[in-house]
C-alpha cells in the first residue's frame, strides 16, 4: 500500500511478479511502486509498466490490485473481485472527522483468530476480570449489567448499562466523577469492523431517562483483520470530545485503551495456544456469550452467500 | 495445580470449559479457582461451580480432575481414571523427610523425548565425559565401573561400584576427601520416577565390606514427566545429611547438581535434533546400555498390559 | 570436520552412531575424533575405534566418512559416494595463493534455497538497486551493461561491461579512481561454485581494446551448498592485489562485500519467504534471467544425469 504524490492511495499484492520481492520493500517513483530487486515499476492498476533494459513488457506482468476507499482517516481496502466494489461506498465513521473531537489510534499483531477477538468484544462481562486496572471494576458490576442485542440487516447491535455503579480509574482520571456513575456501551457488528460506543455521567442524573447531556464519552473502532487462520492484525482508535483544560487527554486515554487492549492480547493468545493443542476437547457455552454465538452464525451466513454468488466479492471473511 | 487454604492440593485440567484459557491463569477464591477471563469457578472436583450472571449451571461444565496425594514434600498426580487409582499409594521417599538430613530441588524444562533423559540416568558411564567439572573424574574411571543391574517387580535395581577412584571436586569440596576414594551408587528405576543413592568413603575403609559408616551420601530424586513426545518436565532434587559446621551445604550440593543437570540438558537437546531430523539412519547399541535397554524392554511391557486392561490407568506412561 | 594433528582434514557424518550427539561436540584425540557424551572413537574412515569398557566393536559401528581436498586454502568435500571422488581433482583457485595476492572469506547462513542465491549472482543487474552504498552506480547503467553468455562443457559463462560509467563507492575508495571507468566482470558457473572477476580501469585507456594493464581486480569466489531446502551455507572470500602502500585493504575489501551481501541476504530472504507462502501464485521471467535460467537447466539435467547413473555420486546437487 502507498500513496501516489502524498495524495492517493493504492494497494497491491505484496509481492513482486518477477522474483517475488515484497513490494512493500520497494521506493515510490512518480505514480509507480518501483521493486528493489531488479527494479521493475509497477501502476496504480498492478500493471508492470517498466522493466530495466527491456522494451517489450508481457501482459502478464502483473499483479494484483484491489479497489480503496481512502475516508474520515481510514483506508478501506476491497479484497474481493474489483466489480463487486462497484458502488460499495464504506460506512463513514464521523468520530473521526467531528468537531471538536480528537481521536488517535494504532494496529496490534495478534497470534490468535480472529474470531477469539470478536468473540472478546462481544462478551464484555470480561473487563472486570481482566481490566481492573483501567476500564474495569467489580467483576460482578460488569457481568451483572442490563444486556440487549439483536440481530439488524448489517449485523448486530448490542446495548449494555450499568447503573449505579463505581467509576473506573480511567474515566476517573478522564472525566473528574467523584461518586457513582451510571455507565454504558452500544456496540454495533458489521462484517469489517465493530464500534462501541461507550459513555458514562453521574449517578441520578437522568442518564437513562434520555437526557445524557454532560456525559463522558470513549467511542472506539475495531476493525479485525484475520491475517491467516490463527494470527490477526487488528486496527483500532479511540475518539473522544477535545477539552480545553486537558490538552493531554487524547494521549491519555490511547494510552489506557493500549494497556487496556495488551491485557486483551495476553488472554487471547493464551486462549488460543490452548485451544490449539487441545482440538478435540469440548467447550461450553454461558448466558452471556449469546452476541458472539449470534456473530459466529451471521459471519457463517455471510460465508455461505458469498460462496453461492460464486464471485470473490468480500473474500476478506474467509478466514473469519 | 492449586491449594485451598493453603492447604489441600488439587489438580485440574488446565483450560478453561468455556473459552479455554488455561487456569493456571486464575486466582484460587476459597475453594475454589476462578477464571481470569469471564470468572467461572471451579470446585477441586472439577465441576464449574459459578457463572456469573447465570443460574443455572449445565452438567457438562466442567475440567477434568486428578488424583493427587501430597506426601514427603512431593505432589502425585494420578494422570489416569480416579477408579485406578484407589488404594493406590504412591512410594514414600524418605530423605525428604528423614531427621537431619535436607533437601532442595528443582524442575527443567527439555526439549528431548524423556526417553532420551531415562537412557541419560541410566547409562552413567557419560558422568566422566560430560561432568568433568562437578561430579565426573577421569572418564576411564567412570566407565569401567563394576555395574550390576536386574529387573524387579516394579522396575530396575542398578548398582556400581568405582574402586580407589579420585574424588570429583563436588565430593571434595563438601566432604573433604583427601586421597582416593571408593565410590558407588544404587540406582531403582520405577515407571514414573528414578533414585540414584550415591556414596564415597576413603578408600581401604571397608566400604565395599559392609562398612559405610562416616561415608558421604547424595541421594537424589528424578521424576521425569513427558509433557509432548518431544518435550519433557524434569522434576529433580537433592538430599543429604546436615552438617552443623557447614550451613551452606545445601545450597552448594543443589547448585553443583543443577549445574551437572545443564550440561545433561546441552547433551541431550543436541543429541534430540539431530535424531529428529535423521530418522532413518541406523542407531547401534554398546554394553554399556544394558539398563537402559532393559528399561525400554519394560515400558513397552507396561504400556501393552495398561492397553489390555482397557483402562486409562497410567495414561502417563503413553508419551514414554 | 576436524584436523589430525593439525594437518589432515577429515569430514565425517555429523552424527554418532550411539546415541545420536553431534560429533562437532566431541574432541580431537590423536587421529581420532572422541564423542563427547559416551566416549566413542571414530578413526578418519568413520570407523568406530574404541567403546568404552567394551573390546569387541560391532563392523556397523561407523559413521559416513567423505572424500576431502585441501587445496589453495579451501577444503572441498565430495558428498558422493567414495569411488565416484577417484581421479576426480577439484579445481584450482589461484587467486588464493598467486604471489603480490590476498584474500579474506566468511561463511554467510541464509535462510533461502541455493537457487535464490545463484539467481542472484546470475542477474547482476540487480547491483544497482541493491548495493548502491559500495559496488553499485546508478541503475540503469548496471541494466544497460553489455551482456553475453553462453554454455560450456562445465557450465556457464557470462561477461558484463559497464563503458563509461561512474566508478563505485567500493572502487574509488580502493583504487583511487577520479574520473569515469570502464568496467568489467567475468562470471563462471560450475556445479559447486561461481566465480566472478571483476575489473576497472579509467575509461579511454583501452580497457575493451585489450589493455587491461593497471586495471583494478576483485576477483571473488562462490560456494553456494544447500543445507536443506530451503536454507543455505554461503562459502565466500574476495581477493585482490597487495599494494604496500594500503595495509588495510584486504579488510577494506571484505568489510564492503560483507555488507553488500549482508543487503542480498535481506533481499534473498525476503523473496524466499514471500515463495514460501504463496507457491500458487505466477512469477514471470524478463530477459536479464537468461543466464540463471540456462543455469537451472544445466542443474536440471545435472540432475537427471546423476540418477541415470544410478550412483550416490554428486548428491550435493540434490537440493540446488
Redesign the interface.
Given at each position: 500500500m502507498f500513496r501516489i504524490n502524498s495524495s492517493n492511495v493504492v494497494a497491491l499484492?505484496?509481492?513482486c511478479?518477477?522474483?517475488?520481492?515484497?513490494l512493500s520493500?520497494g521506493v515510490v517513483v512518480g505514480s509507480t511502486i518501483q521493486?528493489?530487486?531488479?527494479?521493475?515499476k509497477y501502476d496504480c492498476s498492478g500493471a508492470c509498466v517498466h522493466?530495466?533494459?527491456?522494451e517489450k513488457i508481457?501482459s502478464?506482468?502483473r499483479v494484483k490490485s484491489f479497489s480503496v476507499v481512502e475516508q474520515d482517516g481510514l483506508v478501506w481496502v476491497w479484497l474481493g473481485a474489483a466489480e463487486g466494489a462497484q458502488g460499495q461506498n464504506p460506512d463513514r465513521y464521523k468520530w473521526h472527522t467531528e468537531e471538536k473531537w480528537a481521536h488517535k489510534g494504532k494496529k496490534n499483531y495478534t497470534r490468535a483468530p480472529a474470531s477469539?477477538l470478536i468473540?472478546n468484544l462481544l462478551?464484555l462481562?470480561?473487563v472486570?476480570?481482566?481490566h481492573g486496572g483501567t476500564i474495569g471494576v467489580d467483576?460482578?458490576s460488569h457481568?451483572?449489567a442490563e444486556m440487549n442485542y439483536e440481530p439488524t440487516a448489517w449485523g448486530i447491535v448490542m446495548s449494555r448499562k450499568m447503573r449505579d455503579a463505581q467509576p473506573p480509574s480511567t474515566y476517573v482520571a478522564a472525566a473528574g466523577f467523584q461518586g457513582k456513575i451510571d455507565r454504558w456501551s452500544d456496540t454495533e457488528f458489521r462484517p469489517a469492523y465493530i464500534t462501541i460506543s461507550a459513555g458514562a455521567k453521574d449517578v441520578n442524573q437522568g442518564a437513562f431517562e434520555g437526557n445524557q447531556e454532560g456525559a463522558f464519552w470513549l467511542k472506539s473502532l475495531h476493525a479485525i483483520t484475520p491475517e491467516t487462520e490463527s494470527t490477526t492484525h487488528y486496527f483500532w482508535t479511540i475518539s473522544h470530545r477535545v477539552r480545553d483544560d486537558m490538552p493531554g487527554l487524547t494521549e491519555f486515554l490511547f494510552q489506557e485503551i493500549d494497556k487496556t487492549f495488551a491485557e486483551d492480547k495476553e488472554?487471547i493468545e493464551?486462549?488460543s495456544n490452548?485451544?490449539l493443542r487441545?482440538p478435540d476437547?469440548?467447550?461450553?457455552?454461558?448466558?452471556?456469550d449469546g452476541p458472539s454465538l449470534l456473530a459466529r452464525r451471521l459471519i457463517k451466513k455471510w460465508k455461505e452467500q458469498e460462496r453461492e454468488q460464486s464471485t470473490s466479492e468480500g473474500t476478506s471473511l474467509s478466514a473469519l
Open positions: 499484492e505484496d509481492r511478479c518477477h522474483r517475488g520481492l515484497p520493500k521493486c528493489s530487486y531488479h527494479g521493475l522493466i530495466p533494459n527491456q508481457p502478464s506482468a477469539m468473540d462478551d462481562s470480561h472486570g476480570y481482566v467483576p460482578k457481568s451483572a488472554v493464551a486462549q490452548n485451544l487441545t476437547r469440548p467447550l461450553i457455552d454461558v448466558r452471556a
